[in-house]
């Protein structure tokens, strides 16, 4: 089970790789913002999970926002917003750690104890030359014990991520 602690744990190695990983592969600012399709499993049980998410090519500092909805096949829902970051390792190989603040509704699936939810995230990913992206991501969500009940849940994921220019033919600020 997640302990609040694990989520203290993650937020302070977010920090200490956001500043660790600057000199050493910073996000591209030719980078693109992304339309990302995720699928996988759900709590690590027989539910699967869809999502979709929005990919922000702002920069602040070295985040970019991002926003996105998920539903499972027992009718959870979870639409939240937060910030990521890209860590590169040469051209091809990303590493996207991210956190992101939402509201869930369990419909028949796993009660998390509160409407507010935090998600924590890692994702691997091959870029390819057309800077679009084939990833995994293994993620946490809990309420970080805003109430007493707070079973957590962890997640796995295929995603692929379309720069945003490929599909309406510019970037969604122009």
């Known amino acids: 089970m997640f302990k609040p602690l694990h989520l203290v744990a ?11 990983a600057l000199p050493v ?7 693109p913002d992304f339309l990302a399709v995720s699928f996988g499993t ?19 500092y070295v985040f970019r926002p991002f926003t996105g909805f998920m539903i499972t096949n027992d009718s959870a ?12 390792f040469g051209p091809r ?7 992101a603040v939402g509201a869930y ?9 509160h409407w507010i939810e935090f998600r924590s995230q890692l994702e691997f990913a091959w870029r390819f030359d057309d800077r679009s992206r ?3 991501s293994v993620n946490h969500m809990s ?12 997640s796995v994921a295929l995603t692929y991520a379309i720069p945003f220019d490929k599909i309406a033919n510019k970037n969604l600020w122009e």
């Open 134 to 136: 084939l990833g995994l």
């Open 10 to 20: 993650f937020c302070v190695i977010f920090l200490i790789t956001s500043f660790v």
């Open 105 to 113: 509704s369990k419909g028949s699936d796993v009660d998390l104890g």
């Open 25 to 31: 592969a910073p996000a591209s600012a030719a980078d």
């Open 93 to 99: 190989f990303v590493i996207q750690p991210s956190f």
């Open 42 to 60: 759900h709590d690590s049980r027989d539910a699967a999970q869809g999502r979709l998410e929005y990919r922000s090519d702002i920069e602040l």
């Open 143 to 154: 309420n970080a014990t805003l109430s007493d009940t707070n079973p957590g849940i962890e």
């Open 77 to 88: 829902m979870y639409g939240y917003g937060g910030v990521f970051m890209d860590i590169f």
